[in-house]
């Protein structure tokens, strides 16, 4: 037997927040807690309704074809994909098969020193089904999300490992966030992956396994991990991999088998009778804008802020803090140069501290422009990075605004003010001036020390250390 290789594939399922709902006028609200609240006779599939297609829904979806390299179909359909659950009102789901939305796209993400792309094999459309609520003796369903917009992403088997999938995955989360058309929070359920996943000889298909409903990115890792171990395992002994649909334990972090897989002519799509074709001009699909996405941000800072890849990338992966630190940058007086120093006190000091303090920066109430005024008073020596990064704590630990706390913490530059503290550490500390004379150098960083406690940190330090030399010589 030859080098056995994972090829992996991933199904991904990400709830749109748009308004209302894919074919009716229900508010899609992930966050209702009642029950059945958000539902219309369309989307709990009573006879006679007939569905419209949400045109918002349509339009997110088109971003992310777009930003994702797929061709985009000027006519596609919708079909009923027919099996029977409990959380599926109608029996039937609508969603797209044969002619999908978009195809033909890819995804380079960045992992581990070099590039990878995965390629898109579809995007599509299609509406979420009801959530069941288990209890012990009894089930309930709950319709609320039944009718949600869902967008279907199915990549080819280019993968090859968990962590390739991890990475991929939190590229792809990024550019949704950056586009708008979703939160994809897996915790609240707004994305959910399932991996399709086979181990063979080279660059040969195995015999495929499909890992459902997976929730969370620690999860699908996992997940993939132990199926390549399982299935690596059976081969070594000889042993055949069965098609089969496998679900993911979260305590014991397995795999299990839940069905045996059905087919897609299990499904018998037919094209959905109440909706006509979906059209879509070029000029519809061209005259929907994109923002600037991360891996152009990434490339952008590399080139204007002097940034390397996995600076720009700590900033990037959070989409308000990189608009954050690009409006401060615009606010500070500074030459090229000193970015680095407005980069390391918002990420080394500003989320440094807010890791401390179990803080997220969205609790944070601070304007770019009072931070950029606070690196400005630095960058004019009004105030000395103790100073600053003082500040930066109370901001953190009390909530308190910039301005305000700048007020009190002015630089004292006023040579007859530091003279006449240096005179006071003088006589205050004569062990420490026989030190100096005895030749030890510590004693100078020791009275440095005890002046700048005495001024709060205020007196300038070059020029203390100026004054405090030459009175020590001259003593």
Known sequence: MGKLIPKI??????????????????????????PNTNIC??????????PVVNKKAIEYAIKLAKALNCKINNISYFA???????????????????????????????????????????????????KLIHYKDYTLVDFNRSGVPLLEIVTEPDIRSSEEAKEFVEELILIIRYLGVS?????????????????????????????????SIRSLKDAIEYEIKRQMNLLKKGEKIIQETRGFDENKRITYTQRIKEYEQDYRYFPEPDLPLLKLSDDYINNIPLPELPMQK???????????????????????????????????????????????LLVNDMLGLLMKYNK??????????DFAELINEYFENKINIKIVKDILEKVVLENKEIRVLLKDKKIILDQGVIEKTVEEAILENPKAIEDFKKGKKEAIQFLIGYIMKKTKGQADINLTKEILIKKLENA
């Open 80 to 130: 009923r994909k027919n099996y029977f659950y409990p959380d599926l009102p109608k029996n039937y789901q609508i969603s797209q098969y044969e002619l999908p939305l978009a195809t033909n796209g890819y995804l380079e993400f960045y992992l581990k020193g070099e590039f990878k792309k995965v390629r898109i094999r579809r995007i599509h459309l299609e509406e979420d089904t009801g």
């Open 9 to 34: 594939g991933l199904e991904i399922h990400l709830e749109l927040n748009t308004e209302s709902k894919m074919f009716c006028s229900c508010p899609n609200d992930s966050g209702e807690i009642h």
């Open 360 to 369: 997220n920066f969205e609790d944070i109430k601070i304007a770019p422009s």
């Open 41 to 50: 006779e369309i989307c709990t599939g009573q006879p006679g309704v007939l």
């Open 298 to 344: 990434r490339e952008r800072y590399l080139k204007e802020f002097n940034l390397k890849f996995k600076e720009s990338d700590i900033l990037i992966k959070n989409k308000h803090l990189a608009e954050f630190f690009e409006n401060v940058v615009s606010e500070v007086k500074y030459e090229k140069d000193k970015v680095k120093i407005v980069y390391n």
């Open 183 to 215: 939160n994809a929070s897996p915790e609240k359920g707004e994305i959910r992956f399932e991996a399709n996943l086979s181990v063979g000889e080279e660059e040969k298909l195995g015999t495929k396994v499909e890992i459902k409903n997976i929730g």
